[in-house]
């Protein structure tokens, strides 16, 4: 009789053992960014402290990608489970693109923010985006959340940059279509410690041609969607990347980089819901570390 219960109760651990590998094989696939920025780093980050902040209940692959735009189409077809994003990029491509994002995604919560940084030429006389008028600015390939904000200001304020001439290069090809002429300025959001700014600024073919510019236009600020103010005006200590600082700290906006994840993903998975909460609230400091690097370089 003992003998009986004691099987039946391994046979039970045993069940019980199964379920929890059951568990802890759920993979979420993350979009995230392309090589020089800061999403592909952050998501190689979380890829890395996933299992051991879960309890082995979650796993993520990190999946490269063009940017936000990218990303947010990934997730509604079914191609990642998981993505990073700029905040408006989310609203831009929900009331722009595809509406079924309102009811099939679910952003939850901030990463860190990101800032729109404006590199324009030397000698282009551009202190403010809010000069650029009918120039060429490179502002992101089609798939980035750069260019979803450039198209987002124009919306906001066509008086100032409905006249801008957009050149859809990303990173590295728009800073040097800029060194080349081709425009005057490189718009980007990104995260203040980048591979793709601390690269502009070391490099001798840009570090002499390029200096940042300011995007402190006050309307832009008070744009909210829902009652929520999207962008904040800080200013930036420009002075980690001396040789592109020529104007002193520019005041320029801030945004968030989100966490956010496919509905169906969760309905699916319900038990990694806490996951993903313990994830985005225990990695805080590892992710800002990246953004970041030793301290905030900017100031609300």
């Known amino acids: 009789m003992r003998s009986a219960l004691l099987l039946a109760l391994g046979a039970a651990v045993s069940l019980l053992g199964l379920a929890a590998s059951a568990e802890a094989a759920t993979t979420m696939r993350l979009c995230t960014g392309s090589p020089g920025k800061t999403y592909l780093q952050v998501g190689e980050k979380l890829a890395e402290l996933a299992p051991k ?6 796993q993520t692959e990190v999946v490269p990608t063009a940017g936000s735009i990218e990303n947010l189409n990934k997730t509604l077809a079914g191609e990642c489970d998981g993505f990073i994003a700029q905040g408006d990029a989310v609203e831009f491509f929900t009331q722009k693109v595809d509406a079924r994002a309102a ?24 202190d403010d985006i809010d000069e650029v008028g009918d120039q060429t600015v490179a502002a992101g390939s089609m798939g980035s959340g750069s260019l979803a904000t450039l198209l987002t200001l124009q919306q906001i304020d066509a008086d100032d940059y409905g006249k801008i001439t957009v050149l859809p290069a990303n990173g590295f090809e728009g800073a040097l279509a800029v060194v080349d002429g081709q425009a005057q300025c490189l718009f980007d959001v990104i995260a203040p410690q980048s591979d793709l700014v601390r690269v502009l600024n070391d ?4 570090s002499g041609q390029l200096y940042f510019a300011e995007v402190d236009n006050d309307d832009l600020e ?5 009652g929520k103010q999207i962008y904040e005006v800080v200013t930036f200590d420009d002075e980690i990347y001396p040789n592109l600082a020529v104007t002193g700290d520019p005041e320029t906006l801030a945004i968030s980089a989100v966490l956010g994840v496919s509905r169906a993903f969760t309905q699916a998975q319900p038990q990694v819901n806490s ?5 985005l609230l225990m990695t805080a400091k590892d992710v800002q570390a990246i953004a970041y690097g030793e301290q905030k370089p900017f100031k609300e």
């Open 222 to 226: 008070a744009f909210a969607i829902d």
């Open 53 to 58: 902040l879960t309890a082995g209940r979650l």
């Open 103 to 126: 009811d099939e995604i679910q952003v939850l919560g901030e990463l860190y923010k990101e800032l729109a940084l404006l590199l324009c030429r030397r000698g282009s006389g551009i």
């Open 275 to 279: 996951a993903l909460a313990m994830l």
């Open 203 to 206: 490099n001798e073919r840009t």
